[in-house]
């Protein structure tokens, strides 16, 4: 199963409603989970089951869809927020991850 | 408090072996699948590989099949990769990750460790 992240990078001001998407390559329910990474550190898991906000993960985080077709979404745009963020699916136990979406600050 | 260390990464010459291993603490170890990640230079992740907590089911990515081997040693909690006949294509940060699950094909990595680099390099 392939994941299709787009934009593969975007460039945002503070306070910004940012939005990234995830498409499968097939139908898989709501089998994805969002990741973010920031440079030098390991991937941190933000959202689980396309929906569902990892405890301890700031609520202007949320996620949404099913099918084929995936949405995480930062409500308000924090300068902690630039990072690269990755979907993954476990639709399939040959999990894999989309190629990426790397945000910055305007 | 749930940790993951990793260790074992190196530079090696292509052909070679290395074992990585990755000691889990703060969690009851038999409980959870376990995985490991890589992420080579400048580049996204790529899963390599996924054992269960029992350790009786193991999955493996297309490109790692044949040459990797994941195991775990419930005695010291920890979870294995033996990679043989490393590529160039192999070089990368590997990252060992503990998955959760929920009913249903729901799996995800909750907690990450800090990864150990891998140079696969003559």
């Known amino acids: 199963i392939q994941l299709t992240q787009s934009p593969s990078s975007l460039s945002a001001s503070v306070g910004d409603r940012v939005t990234i998407t995830c498409r499968a390559s097939?139908?898989?329910?709501?089998?994805v989970n969002w990741y973010q990474q920031k440079p030098g550190n390991a991937p941190k898991l933000l959202i689980y089951s396309a929906s569902t906000l990892q405890g301890g993960v700031p609520s202007r985080f949320s996620g949404s869809g099913s099918g084929s077709d995936f949405t995480l979404t930062i409500s308000s745009l924090q300068p902690e927020d630039v990072a690269t963020y990755y979907c993954?699916?476990?639709?399939?136990?040959?999990?894999?991850f989309g190629q990426g979406t790397k945000v910055d600050i305007k | 408090e749930v940790q993951l260390l990793e260790s074992g990464g190196g530079m090696v010459q292509p052909g070679g072996s290395l074992r990585l291993s990755c000691v889990s603490s703060g969690f009851i170890f038999n409980n959870y699948g376990m995985s490991w990640v890589r992420q080579a230079p400048g580049k996204g992740l790529e899963w390599v590989s996924y054992?269960?907590?029992?350790?009786?089911?193991?999955y493996y990515a297309d490109s790692v099949k044949g040459r990797f081997a994941i195991s775990r040693d419930k005695s010291k909690s920890t979870v294995y990769l033996q990679i043989n006949n490393l590529r160039a294509g192999d070089t990368a940060v590997y990252y060992c990750a503990k998955n959760e699950a929920a009913p249903g094909h729901h799996n995800w990595f909750d907690t990450w460790g800090q990864g150990t680099l891998v140079t696969v390099s003559s």
């Open positions: 993954q699916q476990s639709y399939i136990n040959l999990y894999t």
């Open positions: 054992i269960s907590g029992s350790g009786g089911s193991t």
């Open positions: 097939q139908t898989i329910s709501n089998y």
